[in-house]
Every structure is written in structure tokens, then in C-alpha cells.
């Protein structure tokens, strides 16, 4: 009965670490953004200043409410589709109503991406799963960014703060006297608050530089099992990072011409903080003692990278387009147990906006081309102690011939496109 009350234990934490970044982050936010490659950290002067830096909602005066749809697909090799494809947007921004010399120099806001079916939705996959970390659950949750910016002459800065809910707490059990098991919860839902700072200058007439740093972003999930079941304990302490998205510095550069404006941003993520998409399950056991837990530790590593962008106006049309390119975090030589896949990022963008009065609808279509990997793995040499990070190693010795059910075995490729677009309307309030 020990046994059969550990398993189903087991099962039980398994399934519930299978709850539901930002999906900003991936596809943008507004298309009159996202077909220029989410280039504009110096540029942006409207509603979607609230992630790509806050000090824009100050950039010109007025109201205005953005609304719209945006969608996307993924042809990756060895990846699945995305659990949330669809999303829906809403920005808007308004002037605090102040008098004198505070007129127009206070600026709020709120940004939201909606999901149709979940708050949010983590995937943490098994150490072993062909899994691409930068996209996998990146997308599937809803964002709630309001924020504030102020202006002081040629200074601009501003903040948002990106908010969510965690989840952390126990799961308790023990022997009842009918011998089933009597449990008990007490989970608990902490909020997360995540800060996205930014300035902006405006150098002379037409040039303007921007910077923004946008805080780490992870949803922890953390639950404590304490069972006693025949008079011995059974403890499992259960930890996954779901919708991670590291620290990030951009600097970015805008020229405007006219009716036209080209936008340049530099930017660098902390990807080497992460500890990995993987559920990590540690355990004292009876007659055991401390199980530690065994996932691979991953050096996933820095990224960098650089978007340009371009918006010019021609007459009631407005046409848009940029590239963008970043370094992957995910490691390129994975010799043992893990399958984590990507490659350096290419994002090619197109879009177009048109007016109807006061009213502008803006589209767009945007590609981002994953270069293609081939990861090798190595069978242990049985030599010191195995790291499964580093190699993978006979899983049955009593089978001849070396036994290996890895999906990455021998080797395992990766690469393709993710393929997005959507239309967005602005309304001026």
C-alpha cells in the first residue's frame, strides 16, 4: 500500500505542474509595431510605449484606444504547435487632466493580451522532451501592463509593471481509518509585479534615443507534499518556472525625416540566470533518506541582438517594414539527456496602416526564420560521476547492447519558421 500511495502521489504532482513570457516578447504588441519588427524603444509615441518603453506614452499629446488581433503559426521541426495561436490586444493611453504647466506632461495607460481559454498555461517538459524554450508557453498567457510616464522638457521616462499570480504551497496526506487516504490542501497564489523602466531624449528636432530595461519575468510554481501513510513519511518538494523571460537592456536610436521615421535598437538579455523550463522534484524517502533531485543543469547563455525598423507615410497610406536578428540563449552542443532546440533568430516584418478620417487600421505579417541545429549525443564512459547534461548512459545493464530510449539518440535536428500577423484599430478619444 506504500508503494501503490507514493505512485499515486507522484502522478498527482506530476499533472498539476502542468498548469497552463510574454507574449509581447514574441509577437509584439499592435501591428503598426510588429511590422516594423518591435523596433522602438526611442520611436514609439503611442499605447504600445507600455512595453516597448514606457517614457513613449508621453512622446505626443492626445488620447488614443488600440484594439485588435494577432495570431500565429509554427513550423518548427521536432516542435508542436502552439497551445494559444490567437490572442487579442487592447492599449490605451490618456493624459492626466492637469492644468498649467503639468498640462499633457503626465501621461497613463493599460495594455492587455487575452487568451481565449486560460489565465495562464505552463509547460514544463520532461528533461528528455524536444522542446524550444523561447517559444514553448511564451504566449499562452494573459498580460495586464498599466503604467505612467512624465515629461521634463527634452527627458521623458516612464514605467510599467507587468502583474501576474504565482502559485506556492502544500499538499498534505495521511493514513484515515478506513486506511484511505485523507489529504489535505493549502496552496496559496502570491502576486507578481515585474517592473519595465524607461527614458527617452530627444537629442534635436529629429533625433531621439531611447533606453529600457524590462525586469525578470518568471511564474514559480512551488508545492510541498507531506504524506504519512502506514507510520512512514513520504515527502516530495515539487519546483517548476513557467512563462520566463529574462532581465533585458535595450538602447535604441530613432531619425525622423519628414513623414518618415527609421528606428534602430541594440539589445542584451540575461538568458545564464535561467534554470531551465524543467520540474525539479526532490524527496525524502523511507529507509532512503534525502533523494536529491537529478534535472540537468543547462548553461543557457546570453543573448544579443539588433531590429531596424522603417515607417513612412504616403498620403492615407502608411507603409511599414523591418528585420531584426538575436542570438539563441539555448545551448548549441547538448551531448546528454536534454533536447532543448533553437538556433539564432532572423524576424522579417512587413505592414501597412491606412486612414478612414480619424481613424487609422493598421496590418502586418511577420517571419522569424530559427536557423537550423544538429545536436550529437555521447554514451557515458562510465569514467567519474555522469553528468546527464553531458551524456547519455545504458539505461538497462541487464539487456544486451547498449539500451537507450532517448528521442534525441543518436542526434536530433532543429530549426524552421514562425510564421504571425494581425490588424489593429485606433480610435482617437
Not at 495570431?71 to 502552439?82: I, S
Not at 532546440?341 to 524576424?347: A, K, S, V, Y
Request: proline content about 7%; overall charge neutral; some cysteine.
Amino acid at each position: 500500500m506504500l508503494g501503490r500511495a507514493f505512485v499515486t502521489l507522484c502522478a498527482l504532482c506530476a499533472s498539476s505542474t502542468t498548469a497552463g513570457a510574454n507574449p509581447f516578447e514574441v509577437l509584439g504588441l499592435t501591428s503598426r509595431h510588429a511590422g516594423t519588427a518591435n523596433a522602438g524603444a526611442a520611436s514609439v509615441d503611442d499605447s504600445a510605449a507600455l512595453y516597448y518603453n514606457p517614457a513613449g506614452l508621453v512622446a505626443r499629446p492626445g488620447r488614443e484606444l488600440m484594439f485588435g488581433s494577432i495570431g500565429a503559426y509554427a513550423n518548427l521541426e521536432r516542435g508542436d504547435r502552439f497551445p494559444d495561436p490567437l490572442g487579442v490586444q487592447l492599449a490605451v493611453r490618456t493624459p492626466v487632466p492637469l492644468r498649467g504647466a503639468l498640462a499633457n506632461r503626465i501621461v497613463v495607460g493599460v495594455a492587455l493580451h487575452l487568451v481565449p481559454r486560460y489565465i495562464a498555461h505552463v509547460i514544463a517538459p520532461s528533461p528528455d522532451e524536444p522542446y524550444y524554450p523561447y517559444y514553448g508557453d511564451r504566449m499562452s498567457r494573459i498580460v495586464v501592463l498599466p503604467g505612467v510616464a512624465a515629461r521634463f522638457g527634452r527627458l521623458s521616462v516612464g514605467a510599467s509593471v507587468d502583474v501576474l499570480a504565482a502559485l506556492g504551497g502544500t499538499l498534505s496526506a495521511t493514513e484515515g481509518t478506513t486506511r484511505a487516504l485523507d489529504s489535505r490542501a493549502d496552496e496559496r497564489i502570491p502576486t507578481i509585479a515585474r517592473a519595465i523602466l524607461g527614458a527617452t531624449w530627444q537629442a534635436t528636432g529629429c533625433v531621439r534615443i531611447g533606453a529600457v530595461f524590462r525586469q525578470r519575468f518568471d511564474l514559480a510554481i512551488s508545492t510541498q507534499v507531506r504524506t504519512l501513510v502506514a507510520g512512514e513519511p513520504i515527502d516530495l518538494d515539487i519546483v517548476a518556472s513557467g512563462l520566463y523571460a529574462p532581465d533585458q537592456l535595450v538602447l535604441g536610436g530613432a531619425w525622423s525625416h519628414g513623414s518618415s521615421v527609421v528606428s534602430l535598437d541594440l539589445r542584451y538579455a540575461r538568458w545564464s540566470d535561467y534554470a531551465g523550463p524543467f520540474v525539479r522534484v526532490s524527496s525524502v524517502l523511507p529507509l532512503v533518506g534525502d533523494v536529491p533531485a537529478l534535472s540537468p543543469s543547462v548553461p543557457f547563455e546570453d543573448t544579443y541582438g539588433a531590429r531596424a525598423g522603417l515607417e513612412t507615410q504616403l498620403g492615407t497610406w502608411i507603409a511599414r517594414g523591418g528585420y531584426g536578428f538575436e542570438t539563441s540563449p539555448v545551448p548549441a552542443v547538448q551531448t546528454g539527456v536534454t533536447n532543448l532546440l533553437d538556433g539564432p533568430r532572423h524576424t522579417i516584418a512587413l505592414g501597412a496602416g491606412r486612414r478612414f478620417g480619424r481613424i487609422r487600421v493598421d496590418a502586418h505579417v511577420q517571419l522569424q526564420l530559427v536557423q537550423a541545429r544538429e545536436l550529437e549525443k555521447e554514451l557515458f564512459d562510465n569514467l567519474g560521476a555522469y553528468d546527464p547534461f553531458t551524456s547519455l548512459r545504458d539505461e538497462d545493464l541487464n539487456t544486451n547492447g547498449v539500451q537507450i530510449t532517448n528521442p534525441g539518440s543518436p542526434n536530433i535536428g532543429s530549426g524552421g519558421q514562425v510564421l504571425s500577423g494581425g490588424v489593429t484599430l485606433e480610435v482617437p478619444l
